[in-house]
């Protein structure tokens, strides 16, 4: 299959439970064992691990690249962040390393190779597309070359996350967090995330801003209080606390929280109503949640300022998701 082609063929990829059967393994058999070496952050690591224990369940995982994970959610023996032999895990931590291991699955055949197509978006930008492939070699040991796995339309839905436990001790941390935020008041009713800092030089598929703007959490606290009530207490997850105090102020009465990365997340999925950014580290925090009824979510997601969805497989048909 061509890397560069929008459209895998329908026996490269894997899309639900139905259509993978053949990458899952067979009742009774050994289940593989998965090398995954990937890139980026909490949020991406989750959607990573989702996909990762629904295409190939039972499986024990290798990965140095998803340690943040094992903070967050229980993971058991599932999740070995050191890989054996001593040479594959030194080599897995180079640059070189992908490389190498490419060549030895892809091409050699060693085992399964499995990765993200890259699609072409109507901007003409090359993009992950969110999909599964995987081809040839022995399928009880499996290489997954990196990926996002960021698509609700055919890799994933909302609910799949819903497998993931958050380790109880975090959990307690998060809840200490939010009574040191309200200082013991009156705890809010629902919980927003603003993500700025780091997306003020971001630029996704040639987007020059993908920074979602006020107006939007002003729509989307207006929304949460015609049904929790006017005066509702708010809390804001965040990593810009000023931008927060000056540009949202119209959002009062609110608290603010912006701290620890893995509490922050913990908090974010112990509301009933969460309004996510245009991040995959809310995105996740809403689908693990159980408590969450209520999903406010950027239409259009980096694509808010032009009108026109990026990534375009983003978008969840969940009922509980609205878009604003």
Known sequence: ????????????????????????????????????????????????????????????????????????????????????????????????????????FR?????GYAHEPIAWLPNGCEAPSGELSIRGGDRRLVFVDGGYYQNFRTTLRPADFQTLRLRPQLKARAEAAIGA????????????????????????????????????????????????????????????????????AALQPFHIMSGNEEVDFAALTLFPSIVVSNSSFSLAAACLSRDAREVIAPEYWFGARIGQWFPPQLRSADPRFVYL
């Open 181 to 248: 935020a309200t200082q013991g008041g009156i705890r809010p009713s629902a919980v927003l995330h603003v993500r700025r800092t780091d997306y003020l030089h971001f630029r996704p598929y040639g987007l020059p801003d993908v920074t979602l703007p006020a107006a939007y959490y002003v729509r989307a606290a207006s929304r949460l209080r015609t049904r929790l009530g006017a005066q509702a207490v708010l809390l804001i997850v965040t990593d810009d606390a000023g931008w927060c105090q000056t540009e949202l």
């Open 107 to 111: 091409h050699f055949r060693l085992g």
């Open 1 to 104: 299959m061509n890397l560069a082609s929008p459209h895998p063929s329908p026996g490269d990829r894997l899309h639900d439970a139905a259509d993978a059967g053949h990458a899952r393994a067979a009742p009774g058999s050994v289940p593989p064992r998965v090398l995954f070496l990937g890139k980026g952050r909490l949020g991406n690591q989750l959607f990573q691990w989702t996909v990762l224990q629904k295409y190939f369940p039972r499986s024990t995982v290798w990965s140095p690249s998803l340690a943040a994970l094992t903070a967050v959610i229980e993971t058991g023996d599932r999740l070995r962040t050191t890989l054996a032999p001593a040479w594959l895990d030194r080599i897995s931590r180079r640059k070189l390393g992908r490389t190498v291991m490419r060549l030895l």
